[in-house]
């Protein structure tokens, strides 16, 4: 299964943020978008346009599954999005790919691991 996942890999920025904003809850799109500001300290935000463009695509992959509008939400049009147990799995294997580039970039750059300071 890794090997199918790699051949994912890297993630687009987008894609990322959006599995990893999901990845605690289900969200609306405008959730999705703040939730992203949020983790990034405002450094990354996602317009709608990408937002929903890239919520398009990870739907077909099957990360992502659209849940409709909440009975009781305030707009009936909201739809929310749930990450599935395939996006989870794509985002374990980024989140280590991603560690082993920064593990790599600290040697070649001589920065002490943090936690050995």
Do not use: F
């Not at 994912?8 to 289900?26: F, N, Q, R, V």
């Not at 935000?45 to 890239?54: A, E, F, H, R, V």
């Not at 049009?77 to 790919?97: F, H, I, K, N, Q």
Request: glycine share 8%; no cysteine; aromatic share 6%.
């Amino acid at each position: 299964m890794a090997d199918r996942l790699d051949s994912y890999l890297p993630l687009s920025s987008a894609s990322l943020h959006i599995l990893l904003a999901l990845a605690a809850e289900d969200l609306h799109g405008y959730g999705i978008m703040q939730e992203i500001a949020r983790q990034s300290e405002g450094i990354y935000k996602i317009g709608p346009g990408t937002l929903y463009d890239n919520l398009q695509k990870i739907i077909q992959i099957g990360w992502v599954q659209e849940l409709g509008a909440r009975r009781g939400d305030d707009d009936p049009r909201r739809r929310y999005y749930r990450l599935t147990d395939s996006g989870r799995d794509v985002l374990r294997a980024e989140t280590a790919r991603l560690t082993q580039l920064v593990r790599e970039a600290r040697s070649r750059l001589r920065i002490p691991n943090p936690r050995r300071v």
